[in-house]
């Protein structure tokens, strides 16, 4: 048998050199401190904001806007009384804003009369919108310094007033897609009369909704301070009363998908005739169905206090009257494409 001996000497050298060569890759491998790599980039940030004021000396000096705008690739066009329309609206970098360059930012902003696109006023020092009338998309104001929003007229797209400074919608008068005021100091809808999406009131302030007529997709009235629809004509999807503060449904005419009224504090449902899908009435304190004439999905009645179906004509799907004062026979003129159980 044969057997590979190695001296002890040669072991020992070799194992030495091992772990010095080992030492010397882990100092040569060492991560710069976080020190050195926090400084290098506010090196290099200030020297990129030094370069921006050099270039736009001049430009920022007469406030000279389409010259600012369209040096971070902002489309500016400006009408014969020296309004301007913008492709967007943005701070210049997620490192630095306007302010940080040295502008006025309010005075970069006041000649603005349309948005074409998105307008992100994060960070934004701008107060008042002034002159604007139209923000074609999206529309966000968190953490901004904005508190009127001017002659705003529309917003095409979505709507985020959480966290800001904004009390009022002022002339505000079209949300095209979703409007979320959670957690947001509104307190009056102003002139707004249609939200084309979904309206989100969680955690708000608002308690009426004042000149609103339509909202096009989903309403959660749940978890809100809101006690009066106002003009509310219409909701396009999904509206959820459960545990809201709402007692009345005053001019509401229409619900097209699903209806909770689930353990809320509605006892009349005021003009509304159509609701598209289901309409789940568990713990509510409705005796009464009122003007109601149609009910497009289920009708579940169970644990309700209804006793009078009122107007009601057609029931689409299944009618659940399981533990409710409800009997078979109060159905009899009315049509039911399921069963009733």
Do not use: C
């Not at 002159?131 to 999206?138: A, F, L, V």
């Amino acid at each position: 048998m044969l057997v590979n001996l190695v001296p002890i000497s040669f072991q020992h050298k070799t194992t030495n050199r091992s772990a010095q060569n080992q030492r010397v890759t882990k100092q040569n491998l060492a991560p710069l401190a976080y020190d050195t790599v926090s400084f290098g980039r506010k090196e290099n940030k200030q020297i990129e904001i030094d370069k921006i004021k050099a270039d736009l000396k001049d430009a920022i000096k007469n406030n000279d806007a389409k010259t600012i705008y369209r040096y971070f690739g902002i489309d500016v066009e400006e009408d014969k009384d020296g309004y301007l329309t913008i492709s967007a609206y943005k701070q210049p970098s997620y490192d630095y804003t306007f302010e940080d360059l040295g502008m006025d930012e309010n005075k970069l902003f006041e000649k603005v009369k349309y948005i074409k696109g998105n307008a992100n006023f994060y960070r934004s020092r701008i107060e008042n919108l002034g002159s604007i009338e139209s923000i074609g998309r999206d529309a966000k104001f968190m953490y901004s310094q904005i508190t009127n929003l001017g002659n705003l007229k529309s917003i095409g797209g979505s709507a985020y007033f959480s966290d800001t400074k904004i009390t009022n919608l002022g002339n505000l008068e079209s949300i095209g897609e979703d409007a979320d005021f959670s957690y947001s100091q509104i307190t009056n809808l102003g002139n707004l009369k249609s939200i084309g999406e979904d309206a989100d009131f969680s955690y708000s302030q608002i308690t009426n909704l004042g000149n609103l007529k339509s909202i096009g997709e989903d309403a959660d009235f749940s978890d809100t301070q809101i006690t009066n629809l106002g003009n509310l004509k219409s909701i396009g999807g999904d509206a959820k009363f459960w545990y809201s503060k709402i007692t009345n449904l005053g001019n509401l005419e229409s619900i097209g998908r699903d209806a909770d009224f689930s353990a809320s504090q509605i006892t009349d449902l005021g003009d509304l005739k159509t609701i598209g899908g289901d309409a789940k009435f568990w713990y509510s304190k409705i005796t009464n169905l009122g003007n109601l004439k149609s009910i497009g999905g289920d009708a579940d009645f169970s644990d309700s206090q209804i006793t009078a179906l009122g107007n009601l004509e057609s029931i689409g799907e299944d009618a659940i009257i399981r533990d409710s004062k409800l009997k078979e026979k109060n159905f009899a003129d009315i049509r039911v494409g399921g069963e009733i159980w």
